[in-house]
Each structure stands twice: as structure tokens, then as C-alpha cells.
């Protein structure tokens, strides 16, 4: 069995940090079947009582669960007082004091797996007793907002970058928007706007825990990413649906350069590619040293169209800065 | 609005088979009409879309804008194929099949990292009709030669991607008017008349590709020759 963190909180500074999975790259996380079962921490914070901070937890399962296209699920068992961060075979979900990590980072989720077959079998969110919290969004960090991006990695699901950021004079990244809950940098204290899901999401979860409606009514887009006829690694290409102006982003990967956009409903798409210049690349990738962030922002140079149950190709062919 | 549209149409048809019944056309007109000819579709704008991301509450809440794109389908070449029933000498149906290969172009504006962009997709495109043809005999010419005519009726539209994979389809509802002029008229073979027909219509599309699902219109404008038999 392998234990794995992803560390996907914000912090004071609002920049994460991620250690990654050791795990095979071409090995699927995600658990064998549900409902998955998990305890609630019942500390009280200031401001977050433990009832308080169930409910609010509870509500970001029930977001991720109510993904029509996807057939996870999950159960309550019931408060615990045992550390979220210990090894017990046990799910647990709850605020811990002694954060080895960053101390900028909000929240951190363990995973358990079992080797050979990434199967999950314990994922653990701790979120981080020294920072403020809230569950009514007038000050600190909202624990729905956070619960449910942390909740994404419960399911095996990492990063996606569709997202803006800006450098802060004193160090750190500020996020400026966000198009998915599973973006690595929180919105700032006292937003709740994080509480929702959004397309990159639900496609990604259904990828997961597809029902058999999703994989008949949805196809993909895949293609290679080059550079002067050099595979490009680590690219951001995002599908812009047309019509429903809906984003579902992925990143090329491998010697190739290959990307696979899946989880789309048909209809005519814009492929926009972009250099991970917008959060750390260790923030997607456990191997960073490879993703190249020197190429400008670009487009597809036609309409690509989505047939359900089919993958359309698209190559992208992107200029140095 | 759609069905009460239909509905007029199909009276319409209805309306002109009476009349068919009790007017049959006269001789040398010929019953079966072929027509083959060039046109060219208006272009129109099919509509703006805008990706956005959820803006960071300290950035002032709302909704940011990442990119917008707007649409056009330009004019295009079209190509027309027409099959008629005469069934009076004012009355005829037909039916069209027309084919044009329109480009979509997108114009990318406001990328906060990329400026602006633009770039074209081809469509294939068809469609196919019925329509009731109303010949203004009362306003023929030059010795019943020139016939100008009315032309209403609905279509299927149909639009592929240069992959000829089905990008949209929808209704297409058109009225318009022209006028044929007979170049030969032999007076005994089997050929009845061959001439040359001019028309333009206005073409009102429902459906098909169009980024914001409205109503567009549209003119077609075409000119063939037509070929009268029986």
C-alpha cells in the first residue's frame, strides 16, 4: 500500500504547495465501489463549531455526489475524535494541529492505496487548525469551498489549472479567477464563491465513476502539442464549448506531448492551449522538471467537433515566447 | 410560431392540389421540371460566446472573462438541384436540394494572454425542401415566355464539418419569388420547354449552427436552367 498526499489548501499567502502521488503515472486512483464511508472531526474552532463544520463538509460530499453523470457516493458514519491524518483504514475528515507541511497550505488530503491497482482504500482530509476558518462566508476560509476541492482528491481526482493567477509583490501567487474547484490556489478569505462545481469538475469525476450514460453521450478531443516539431509536455489545453461556454481542461503529457480532453458533450469546441504559468507546476506535476512553460498562449486553428461516444483528433502547434 | 407557420404552409399545399384538380396545366408547359443551378447564400452572424471563470471576491466578485468569440457564417457559393410537379398552370410543388460550403469565421477577442485571433472552419452544408411554386400567370411576357412566380416551404438543414462529422441540423423555413423564361419551346417531343430561372429567397433558418440557438435570415439568390418534360 502507498500513501500519498495532495495538498490543495490555501493559506495566508494563498499559494499551495504538493508533493504529488507515488504512484505508477499511468495508474488510475480511485476507489472500488461505494458509497464511500467517512467520519467527521468533532473539534471546535473558533467560528466553526463541530456541528457546524459537519454540516458544511456534508454539503460539499452531496455537490459531488449530485454530478448526474457520475456514480459516486457517499456516508456519513458519524463524528470521531481520532486524527484525520492517522493510518487507520478509516476516512476521516477534520481539523489537525500539527501540520507538517507548508504552513501556507489550508488543507491536505491523504490517500491510501493499494498497489498495483490504485485503488483507494482510506483518504483522510486534515485541514489546517491554525488557520481561520468559516462556514458562513463572512470571514475566513470557507470550509464548503475547501471540503469540496479537497474532496475532488478524496476521489483520486489532482489539479487543473483552469484558473488565473498574479504574482504578488511579496512573493506567492493571488488567484484572480477560478473555473473549476479543483484549481491548486484557493479564492481569498472570506469567499465563498469555491462552492460550486463547475464543467472541468463534473467531467473529470464522471471520467472516474462514469455511468453508462456519460460514455455514450460524451466524447473526447486528444491530440499531440508541438513546438517547432518538438513534443511539448505539460501544456494546459482547455475545450471551450461553443454553445455552452463551458471549460474542461488537461495537459499533455508524456515523450509525445499527448493530451486527451475527455468527458465532452458533443458540439463544436475551441482548443486553447497555455504554458502552467499560473501555479507552480509541482502543483500538477510530480515530475515538473519537464513541463515547459516557454511558448505562448494559442489556439487550434479550426472548429474541432464532438461526436458522442467518439474522439475527435486535434494537433496544436504552439511558438516559443 | 413555428407550427403556426407549418400550418399555413401544409393549407397551402393543400390549397393548390384542389386547384391542380379542377385547372390542369396547359399543353406544352410539361408536368415534371428539372432545374440545375448556381446561387449564393448571404452570410450572417451566428452568435458570440464568452468563457468565463468565477472572479476571486477580491478582484471584485463576479464574473471574469477569459476570452469571447463571435461567429460568422459567410456567403457562400450554393449549388441547386430542383425537382417540380406542375399540377395546374398557376400550381406546381418542388423539391430542392441545395449544397454550399460555408466558412465559419471565428473571431477571438479580449484573451487576457493571447489578444485577439481569428481563424476559419469550412461546413458543408445542405438542404433539403419542399416548396409550393404560385406562377403569376396574370403577369406573363413576352408572348408567355417570362412567368414570374412565387416560391414558399420548408426545408431540412443539415451542416458537417470538413471531417463530415454532423456539426448541426435544423428547419428552414423560405419564401422568396423569380422568374423563368423559356428559351425553347419544340413543339413536338417529349421535351417541353427549356429555359432559365432567376429567383431570390429569404431563408429563415431554426436550429442548425448557431452559437446562441436563435432565428437567423438569410437571402439566397440563384440562377439555373430548367428543363420541362411530359
Known amino acids: ?321 | 410560431m413555428t407550427r403556426g407557420g407549418r400550418s399555413r404552409v401544409v393549407a397551402a399545399v393543400v390549397l393548390g392540389a384542389g386547384l391542380a384538380a379542377s385547372a390542369p396545366p396547359a399543353a406544352g408547359q410539361g408536368r415534371l421540371e428539372i432545374g440545375v443551378g448556381v446561387g449564393a447564400i448571404s452570410g450572417y452572424q451566428i452568435g458570440g460566446a464568452e468563457a468565463t471563470l468565477t472572479a476571486n471576491t477580491g478582484s471584485g466578485g463576479g464574473e471574469f472573462t477569459l476570452f469571447s468569440i463571435e461567429s460568422e457564417l459567410e456567403t457562400a457559393i450554393a449549388l441547386d438541384l430542383r425537382l417540380g410537379w406542375r399540377l395546374s398552370r398557376i400550381f406546381a410543388v418542388e423539391a430542392g436540394l441545395g449544397y454550399a460550403t460555408p466558412n465559419v469565421a471565428t473571431q477571438v477577442t479580449g484573451d487576457v494572454e493571447a489578444g485577439s485571433r481569428s481563424f476559419d472552419t469550412a461546413l458543408s452544408q445542405w438542404i433539403i425542401d419542399g416548396s409550393v411554386v404560385v406562377h403569376l400567370t396574370a403577369l406573363e411576357a413576352v408572348d408567355g415566355r417570362l412567368r414570374p412566380f412565387l416560391v414558399g416551404g420548408l426545408g431540412y438543414l443539415r451542416q458537417l464539418d470538413d471531417g463530415s462529422v454532423l456539426v448541426a441540423s435544423g428547419r428552414a423555413a423560405h419564401a422568396g419569388g423569380g422568374v423563368k423564361y423559356a428559351l425553347w419551346n419544340p413543339a413536338d417531343s417529349w421535351i417541353q420547354r427549356v429555359g432559365v430561372r432567376a429567383e431570390l429567397r429569404l431563408l429563415i433558418r431554426n436550429d442548425g449552427f448557431d452559437l446562441e440557438d436563435r432565428r437567423r435570415t438569410s437571402v439566397t439568390g440563384h440562377a439555373s436552367v430548367f428543363l420541362a418534360v411530359f
Not at chain 1, 475532488?152 to 473555473?179: D, F, K, N
Open chain 1, 1 to 321: 500500500m502507498v500513501l500519498a498526499f495532495v495538498l490543495a489548501g490555501a493559506s495566508p499567502l494563498e499559494a499551495y504547495l504538493k508533493l504529488g502521488f507515488a504512484q505508477d503515472p499511468d495508474q488510475v486512483l480511485r476507489w472500488g465501489g461505494g458509497p464511500i464511508r467517512y467520519f467527521v472531526g468533532d473539534r471546535d474552532l473558533p467560528g466553526v463549531s463541530g456541528e457546524a463544520f459537519r454540516q458544511a463538509v456534508g454539503r460539499a460530499f452531496a455537490s459531488w455526489e449530485a454530478v448526474p453523470t457520475a456514480t459516486a457516493t457517499f456516508t456519513e458514519v458519524g463524528f470521531t475524535g481520532l486524527s484525520p491524518l492517522s493510518e487507520d483504514g478509516v476516512t476521516t475528515v477534520g481539523f489537525e494541529d500539527v501540520f507538517d507541511f507548508d504552513d501556507r497550505v489550508l488543507a491536505v488530503t491523504s490517500l491510501l492505496t493499494r498497489t498495483g491497482s490504485g485503488e483507494i482504500i482510506e483518504a483522510d482530509i486534515a485541514f489546517n487548525a491554525a488557520v481561520a476558518w468559516s462556514t458562513d462566508g463572512q470571514s475566513g476560509f470557507d470550509v464548503e469551498a475547501i471540503a469540496l476541492h479537497e474532496i475532488g482528491h478524496l476521489l483520486g481526482l489532482g489539479h487543473s489549472a483552469i484558473g488565473e493567477t498574479e504574482l504578488r509583490p511579496t512573493g506567492g501567487r493571488r488567484v484572480i479567477a477560478s473555473g473549476t474547484a479543483m484549481f491548486p490556489i484557493a479564492f481569498s478569505s472570506g469567499s465563498i464563491e469555491g462552492r460550486r462545481l463547475h464543467a472541468d469538475d463534473r467531467a473529470g469525476v464522471s471520467d472516474l465513476y462514469p455511468t453508462p450514460e456519460f460514455q455514450q453521450a460524451t466524447g473526447s478531443i486528444s491530440g499531440r502539442v508541438q513546438k517547432g516539431g518538438a513534443s511539448v509536455v505539460g501544456a494546459h489545453v482547455v475545450a471551450f464549448n461553443m454553445q455552452t461556454e463551458t471549460l474542461v481542461g488537461n495537459f499533455s503529457i508524456g515523450s509525445e506531448g499527448r493530451f486527451v480532453v475527455a468527458g465532452l458533450p458533443p458540439g463544436p469546441y475551441l482548443l486553447r492551449v497555455e504554458p502552467l504559468d499560473d501555479a507552480d507546476p509541482d502543483s500538477f506535476f510530480q515530475d515538473s522538471d519537464t513541463v515547459d512553460v516557454d511558448f505562448r498562449v494559442g489556439f487550434a486553428s479550426q472548429i474541432v467537433t464532438v461526436r458522442a461516444g467518439a474522439d475527435a483528433v486535434a494537433d496544436l502547434e504552439v511558438v516559443s515566447k
